[in-house]
């Protein structure tokens, strides 16, 4: 432990310990811009600057760490000062069009502005010029905002191991952006929106689609219909001043029907109906000699790094769509015909806590298997607390009300996608009782739960030792992939038969479009909500769903059959990761 003095306080911290750290401790904020607790700290900004007592030197407080017996000042009128003058800098290079800009009110430089109480900027104002780049659907780039703190690209590079992003040129005219000044959509970019999320700016912001929804809500010859993800239940209360990981399921139906959809669907219901084809797809492979091991594909952003990355890996990937998808596919086809409404006239759309979902909505033609688009429009969290916003409604107080039948009940199974392995857990629920025709017994999969980056388990299913793996944010991908590669390359049994991966950290309860802010707390709270979700259910495995089982019954006929295949199940392509 170390002891220290800050602003006349003593504290005490283990060794390694940063001084924004050991401030925050004792309750003193040490403004930051460049700095994000997901990223390592490097120091480019300036403005967390503080002061060893009785000296003019100066410390950066986000990258340096406390000694014994150090004597700190946080706040002094230098100190001030010194803040003042680099926000001065960066805004002379910044424009000043924050009533248009995708981070009004949610901008880390336009509340430290506010703070520091700037109306005039001494400097002479500078701008970049250089156009908007928003070639790639999901991820807009505008570069004029960028203030070079380098956060999408630690972002992109460390965390997510994608390198869309990288810095060119020298001093003031260093820019960020892909490699070699090609588009966003001409990059190894996998639209994950972990850039988007950590930038402090509007920089990077993902494309917005609530005036194209507006002008469906307002046709009287189009019948809407929207699912909500299984995420955004536990995030979209905190843009309302509720506690993150607070359940809101039932407010947001009464949200989606004032708003003006026809009707309104669970994702968690087609996340059972994705657990019974792929949880289907894994026994065929495992016990009838199949390619292994087989990779769960529910995540975009994770599809799309697959196809630029790993072309090897790519008859690993399970076929099953993600549960937007099959959700899509059957409102316009099995609900469409019960309800004896032309499918043209559907507007399906998704409110998902994912930035790439709006790529996987129009990938390839699989996305059509319909014969119209199986998700007409997909919008963020975000997007959908503008929407709520907009509307006029108290989100807080809102009624609760049920989701739609028959594409609105769910299992615990369903809920607990959102979180990191809960794609496994909620598959392996089923998968046991396809084999063994039984219940398994503990259903709380513990060993897959947590923000461990990558997380293993063995379980007997009646003598039969399954491997399953568990691996968040790309960047931890490679090494559990050069396992398997080294076992397939040496002839032995691979190391897993049954791997989850999701492209963004603590699964899609951090995805790209959830609320700004997110960090290892904010994700265990929201993944706490989650698998709170799925212990109060009444049923919690997907296999029991019955509206799921009547879908069969009355219209697919069985898991990982003709109709499924044609409707619920898609091919993959290798990609270039440049074009």
């Not at 929804?213 to 909500?228: C, K, M, N, S, Y």
Request: hydrophobic share 35%; proline share 5%.
């Amino acid at each position: 432990m170390v002891n220290l003095t800050i602003n006349g306080k003593a504290v005490q911290v283990p060794e390694g310990t940063t001084i924004l750290e050991a401030a925050k401790k004792i309750d003193i904020r040490i403004p930051t811009l460049c700095h994000n607790p997901d990223l390592p700290a490097w120091a480019s900004c300036g403005i967390c600057i503080v002061r060893l007592a009785g000296t003019p030197k100066m410390l950066r407080a986000c990258c340096t760490a406390v000694t014994e017996g150090m004597n700190l000042i946080t706040h002094d009128p230098e100190i001030v000062q010194a803040r003042r003058t680099v926000l001065e800098l960066i805004l002379s290079n910044h424009p000043d069009d924050c009533l248009r800009c995708a981070r009004n009110g949610n901008c880390e430089l336009q509340s430290l502005a506010a703070e520091f109480g700037l109306r005039t900027v001494r400097f002479k104002k500078i701008l970049k010029g250089q156009p908007i780049d928003d070639s790639n659907d999901a991820i807009v780039l505008d570069r004029d905002k960028c203030i070079n703190c380098g956060r999408c690209v630690e972002a992109c590079q460390i965390m997510q191991n994608v390198w869309a992003l990288e810095y060119s040129g020298r001093g003031d005219k260093t820019m960020i952006g892909p490699v070699a000044g090609v588009k966003l959509a001409d990059s190894p970019c996998v639209r994950c929106g972990q850039c988007a999320v950590h930038c402090p700016t509007g920089a990077i912001s993902s494309s917005h689609s609530n005036r194209k929804l507006w002008d469906r809500l307002g046709d009287p010859e189009i019948i809407t219909a929207v699912q909500i993800a299984p995420a955004v239940r536990v995030a979209i209360g905190e843009e309302f001043g509720m506690k993150p990981g607070e359940l809101s399921t039932k407010k947001i139906y009464t949200a989606l029907r004032r708003i003006g959809f026809n009707y309104v669907f669970d994702t968690n219901f087609s996340a059972d109906l994705t657990i019974m084809e792929e949880g289907t797809e894994f026994v065929q492979r495992l016990t009838t000699g199949g390619t292994l091991p087989l990779f769960t594909s529910c995540c975009p952003g994770w599809v799309d790094y697959v196809e630029k990355n790993y072309h090897d890996m790519l008859p690993n990937l399970s076929t099953a769509k993600s549960p937007q998808q099959m959700m899509g596919a059957v409102i316009k086809t099995y609900w469409a015909e019960q309800m004896k409404i032309d499918p043209a006239k559907i507007c399906s759309v998704s409110i998902m806590p994912c930035t790439a979902k709006k790529y996987e909505a129009r990938r390839d033609d699989n996305m059509n298997s319909s014969g119209y688009a199986d998700v007409d429009i997909s919008l963020t969290t975000r997007e959908f607390a503008k929407l709520i916003r907009q509307a006029g409604i108290d989100f807080a107080d809102l009624e609760e009300t049920e989701a739609d039948n028959p594409l609105g009940a769910y299992t615990g199974a369903g809920t607990i996608f959102g979180a990191t392995g809960g794609v496994m857990e909620a598959a392996v629920r089923t998968a046991y009782n396809l084999v063994t025709k039984e219940e398994l017994g503990d259903i709380d999969l513990k060993p897959v739960r947590g923000l461990e980056n990558v997380k293993t388990a063995e379980l007997d299913i009646k003598g039969t030792k399954v491997r399953i793996a568990v691996v968040h944010q790309l960047g931890n991908v490679a090494k559990v992939i050069e396992e398997v590669r080294k076992a397939i390359a040496e002839g032995k049994e691979p190391p897993y038969h049954f791997i989850e991966v999701m492209a963004c950290r603590g699964g899609c309860v951090s995805g790209g479009g959830q609320p700004y802010g997110s960090n290892d707390e904010i994700r265990a709270a929201r993944a706490a909500g989650l698998y709170k979700d799925d212990k109060d259910s009444e049923i919690r495995v997907s296999h029991k769903n019955p509206d799921v089982i009547k879908l069969y019954d009355d219209f697919l006929l069985k898991p990982c059959g003709e109709k499924s295949h044609h409707l619920l199940h898609t091919t993959y392509t290798k990609r270039p990761l440049y074009k």
